[in-house]
C-alpha cells in the first residue's frame, strides 16, 4: 500500500486556494447524474449531504437513527472555535493552527491543520446564517469564551448545548434539501459493508433494522460520517449506538486505519455507580476553573469529605504542578486521577473516583455566583447522583471520550480505497494524537459544508465510470457475506449475553489500554481481546429474529467488530514506543512524569492495513514533516 | 429497591399488543429507569426471551431518542426530564410502574415501547429551515441580534423533538414542536423573510400528518422535558395568522 497525502506544494497559507483552483468541477447540469451515498448524518454527514444536495448531486444519505437529529453530536456541550478575533485579543488563523499542531502534540499534518483554522471562521458565519441562536452581548454581537486552557477567546457556544444547535441548523440545511428532493434520507439503515467494484468504493450494504431486510445501494462515490469508537472501551460518555461498524468493514475491504491507539480520556465525569451502569456522563472542564481536586491523605478513607480536615487531604494536582494546578490538560489531569486511585486514595463506594470542591470558590465569591456559573451542571450532577454538590464535594473520574484515530484519509478526505471519503470524528485527520476542547465539532462541520463538497466534485469529475448495478456479483456476494454473518450471530444459542462480552472487552481495554499503558499490559491486552474474542463466538446468546426490530442482534454485530477493533488499538500502542497526546507509555516519561516523545523515530502516521481476523496487520508510515511549526517538550509545571 | 412492572409488548405495527407483567429485584436508587430495564431485559435474554425493545441513545436527556409514558405521564414523574434522566429513588420500593409507548395516530407503534417518529422530520423537511446557502452568506457579526432575542429564540431551539408534547396533548397535537421551531425563527432576523411559507407549510403539513388541533389544554407544556413554554405557542399563532392576512 502506498500512502500519498496528496498535499499541495506551496506555502502553507496558499495550499488549500491553488488546490481549490486546480481541482476539476462538475458541470451543473450534470451533477444529478453522480450518487454520492452518505453513511452517518451526525454534523459531518448532515452538512455534506446537504451542500452536495444543494450543488445538485443526487445524494443518499443513511442513518442508524430514527433521525439525523439523534446522532452523537447532539451531545456536545462546550463549543465550536473559530479564530475570528471578536475578542481582540491576538487571536488569528496563524495562532489557531500554532495551537492545533502543539496540542496534538505534534502527531498531525500541519497542512490539513491549516486548511481547518482558515474555513473555520466561515463555518460560523454559515451557522449564524441558517439560525443558530449562538450566545450574544448586550450590543447584539456573539459572545466568545475561552475554553480548553486557550489564551484567546475563540470559542462560540450556545449555551451549554452547542452542538444541539449546530446538529440543528446542518439537520435543518438537510431538510431543506430533502424537500427539494436533492437528498434522499433512509432512517434505520445501518450500512454493514462495502462494496468496491474494480477497485472503487461503489455502494453499501445496509440492514433496516425496523424490518431486518438487507438492502443494497449502489453510488459513484461513498462518504462515511459515522464517528468515533470510543465506545471500544464499552464505558465513555458516546451514545449507547455509536460504534465503530461502518470504519471497521471498510477496514477489513482495504482502507488502511490510522492511529488507531490515539484516543482522548476526558478527566471530569460522573464516575460509575455501580454494575448497572450503561454509560458514563460527561460533566463540563470548565468546572476546574473553580473546583479543587483532592483525594484523603489516608488510604481506604471511610469519613465523609466535610468531615476530612484540610491537613489530611492532598490537592495532588496543585502539589504537582505549582503552575497550571487544577487546570493541567485532560490528558495529565486523567492519568493523575487514575494514578491516586490505583493508589488507594480513591473515594465512594468503588473508590475509583477522586473530589472536586467547590467550598473555597463558594467561601470566596458566594454559592450565587457558582450557581451561576455552573448551574446547569451541579442540577445534571445532583439529579443523577442525589447529592448536592453545593454542600458535598462532587466525585468525578476519567472516561473514554473522543478518538483522534480513524480511517487514513489524504488532503481530499479520500481514504485508501478511491472512492470512499471519511469526514468527522471518523477519520483520523486533523487532531493529531490529543485533540483541543471546542475543535471536534469545528473539524466535523469544515469536512461537511466546506472540504467535501470541493474534493468529491473533484474525484467525481476526474474518474471514469462503469457503469454498476446492485444486482452485479459483487453487491451479491457482499450481501451473502453479510447474511452468512448474521445467521452465524443467530445460530450461537449460547450462554453469555452481548453485553456481558462488551463490558468485559471494555475493562480489558480500560485497564490494560486506557490510559497509563505499558509493554506488559498491551501484551495481557493481546492475549486477553483474541480470548474474549473467540468465546464470543462460540458462547454469544443472540435472541430475537433476524428479519424483525432486533436491538440485541444489531449490538451483536457491533462488539463483534469492537472486538477485532480493540486488538488493533492495543497493538498500535505497543508499537508506539514513545508518549505523546493521550498516548502515554509508562516507559518513556519526562522525570516529571510527562509524555515523552520521540519525534525520530515515531514522527509518522501509523496506517494498519488488514491482513485477515487474528493475523498481525501490515503497518504504514505517513512521515510528518513540520515546516512551520517547531516540535517542542509541553511543560505544565 | 424492588418493582413489579407493566409493560406493553407490541411485537409489529400490525399486532394487537397487551399489557405483560414482570418484576425487578435489588435495583438501587440510583440506576436510571432505562438501566432497570437493562436489568430486566439482561434476566430476559438470559431465559431466551425476546428484551423489550425501547428507544434510547444519548442517555443524558439531549438526543430525543427516549420517551414512554410512565404511570400515565411522558416521560414519567418529575418535571423537565427525558426518561433517561428519572431515576429509581423517586418510586417508592415495591411500588407496581406501568410504562407504555407514546399513543397518537401520528406516531405508528413499530415495536413494544418504539414508535415511528418520522412525521415529525417531515414537518421539519415542509419548512422548518432558512434557506441560507452553502458558503453564500455573510459575516456572523454583520447581522447583530438583541440579546434578549437571541435567548428566547434559544429557549425555543432547546426543543429535543421527543414528541413528549404529543403524547401528552389530549388531541395529539404537535403544536409545542411546531411552535419551538417556528418561534426560534421568529425571533431571529435571519428568519424574519421566510417566516411567512414557513409557518404555513409547516401547519399544513402538520395537519397532513394527522396532528390534532390546540384547545389550550397545556399538558405538553408540563411534560416538556425541556420546559418549552407555551407561550411560543401563542407566537405560532400570530404568525400564522399574519401569514394568512398577508
Ligand atoms: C459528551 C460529549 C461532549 C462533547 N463536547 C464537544 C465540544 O464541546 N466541542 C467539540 O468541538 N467537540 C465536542 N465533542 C466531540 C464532538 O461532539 C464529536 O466529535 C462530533 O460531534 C462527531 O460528529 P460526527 O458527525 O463525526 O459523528 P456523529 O455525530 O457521532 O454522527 C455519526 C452518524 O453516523 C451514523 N452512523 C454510524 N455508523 C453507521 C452505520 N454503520 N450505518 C449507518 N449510519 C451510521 C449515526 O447514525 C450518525 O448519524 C463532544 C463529544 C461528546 C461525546
Ligand atoms: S416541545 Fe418538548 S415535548 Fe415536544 S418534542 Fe420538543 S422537547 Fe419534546
Ligand atoms: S436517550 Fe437521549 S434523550 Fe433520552
Known sequence: MTLDSKIPSGPIEKKWDTHRFNMKLVNPSNRRKYTVIMVGTGLAGASAAASLGELGYNVLAFSYHESPRRAHSIAAQGGINAPK????????????????????????????????????????????????????????????????????????????????????????????????????????????????????????????????????????????????????????????????????????????????????????????????????????????????????????????????????????LERMYPSFGNLVPRDVASRRAKEMCDKGFGVGSTGLAVYLDFADAISRLGKHVIEERYGNLCDMYHEITAEDPYTTPMRIY?????????????????????????????????????????????????????????????????????????????????????????????SINGKKTVEEFHRELGKVMWE???????????????????QIREEFWKNVKVVGAANDLNAELERAGRVADFLELGELLALDAL??????????????????????????KFSY????????????????????????????????? | MDFKLKIWRQKNRNDKGQFVDYEVKAVSPDASFLEMLDILNDTLVKKGEEP?????????????????????????????????????????????????????????????????????????????????????????????????????????????????????????SAMLFVAAKVSQFALLPQGKIERKERVLRMVEQMDKEGFGNCSNNYACEAECPKKISVTHIARLNREFIRAELT
Open chain 1, 85 to 316: 478575533n471578536y475578542s481582540n485579543d491576538g487571536d488569528s488563523i496563524w495562532r489557531l493552527f500554532y495551537d492545533t499542531v502543539k496540542g496534538g502534540d505534534y502527531r498531525a499534518r500541519e497542512a490539513n491543520v491549516y486548511r481547518l483554522a482558515q474555513v473555520s471562521g466561515n463555518i460560523i458565519d454559515q451557522c449564524v446564517a441558517q439560525g443558530v441562536p449562538f450566545a450574544r452581548d448586550y450590543a447584539g454581537y456573539l459572545d466568545n469564551r475561552s475554553f480548553g486552557g486557550a489564551q484567546v477567546s475563540r470559542t462560540f457556544y450556545a449555551r451549554g448545548q452547542t452542538g444541539q444547535q449546530l446538529l440543528m441548523g446542518a439537520y435543518s440545511a438537510l431538510s431543506r434539501q430533502i424537500n427539494a428532493g436533492t437528498v434522499k434520507f433512509f432512517p434505520r439503515r445501518e450500512m454493514l459493508d462495502l462494496v468496491i467494484v474494480n477497485g472503487q468504493a461503489r455502494g453499501i450494504i445496509c440492514r433496516d433494522l425496523v424490518t431486518g431486510k438487507i438492502e443494497t445501494y449502489a453510488a459513484n462515490a461513498v462518504v462515511l460520517a459515522t464517528g468515533g469508537y470510543a465506545n471500544t472501551f464499552y464505558l465513555s460518555t458516546m451514545a449507547k449506538a455509536s460504534n465503530a461498524t461502518a470504519l471497521w468493514r471498510a477496514y477489513k475491504k482495504g482502507a488502511a486505519f490510522a492511529n488507531p491507539c490515539f484516543t482522548q480520556i476526558h478527566p471530569t465525569c460522573i464516575p460509575q455507580g455501580g454494575p448497572y451502569q450503561s454509560k458514563l456522563t460527561l460533566m463540563s472542564e470548565s468546572l476546574r476553573n473553580d473546583g479543587r481536586i483532592w483525594v484523603p491523605k489516608k488510604k481506604g478513607e471511610t469519613r465523609k469529605p466535610q468531615d476530612i480536615p484540610e491537613e489530611e487531604r492532598d490537592y495532588y
Open chain 1, 398 to 490: 476519567p472516561a473514554a471520550h473522543y478518538t483522534m484515530g480513524g480511517l487514513w484519509v489524504d488532503y481530499n478526505l479520500m481514504s485508501t480505497i478511491p472512492g470512499l471519503f471519511v469526514g468527522g470524528e471518523a477519520n483520523f485527520s486533523d487532531h493529531g494524537a490529543n485533540r483541543l476542547g471546542a475543535s471536534a465539532l469545528m473539524q466535523g462541520l469544515a469536512d461537511g459544508y466546506f472540504i467535501l463538497p470541493y474534493t468529491l466534485g473533484n474525484y467525481l469529475a476526474s474518474t471514469k465510470f462503469d457503469s454498476v448495478k446492485t444486482s452485479d456479483g459483487a453487491f451479491k456476494e457482499a450481501q451473502s457475506g453479510i447474511e452468512d454473518m448474521i445467521k452465524r450471530l443467530m
Open chain 1, 512 to 530: 490494560f489500554v486506557g490510559m497509563g499503558r505499558n509493554k506488559t499490559r498491551l501484551q495481557q491486552a493481546l492475549k486477553e481481546i483474541p
Open chain 1, 575 to 600: 508499537h508506539r514506543e514513545e508518549s505523546c497526546g493521550g498516548h502515554f507509555r509508562e516507559e518513556h516519561q519526562t522525570e516529571e512524569g510527562e509524555a515523552l516523545r520521540n519525534d525520530k
Open chain 1, 605 to 637: 502516521v501509523a496506517a494498519w492495513e488488514f491482513a485477515g481476523v487474528g493475523t498481525k496487520p501490515v503497518l504504514n508510515k505517513e512521515p510528518l514533516k513540520f515546516e512551520y511549526v517547531k516540535p517542542s517538550q509541553r511543560s505544565y509545571k
Open chain 2, 52 to 172: 423489550i425493545a425501547f428507544d434510547h441513545d444519548c442517555r443524558e436527556g439531549i438526543c430525543g431518542s427516549c420517551g414512554m409514558v410512565i404511570d400515565g405521564r411522558s416521560h414519567g414523574p418529575g418535571r423537565g426530564i427525558a426518561t433517561c434522566e428519572l431515576r429509581m429513588r423517586v418510586f417508592r420500593d415495591s411500588d407496581t410502574i406501568v410504562a407504555e409507548p407514546w399513543r397518537t395516530k401520528a406516531f405508528p407503534i413499530l415495536k413494544d415501547l418504539i414508535v415511528d417518529r418520522t412525521a415529525l422530520d417531515r414537518i421539519m423537511a415542509a419548512g422548518g429551515y432558512i434557506s441560507s446557502k452553502t458558503g453564500g452568506v455573510p459575516e456572523a457579526n454583520s447581522i447583530p441580534v438583541p440579546k434578549h432575542d437571541a435567548e428566547e429564540s434559544m429557549d425555543a431551539a432547546a426543543c429535543i423533538g421527543c414528541g413528549a408534547c404529543v403524547a401528552a396533548c389530549p388531541n395529539s
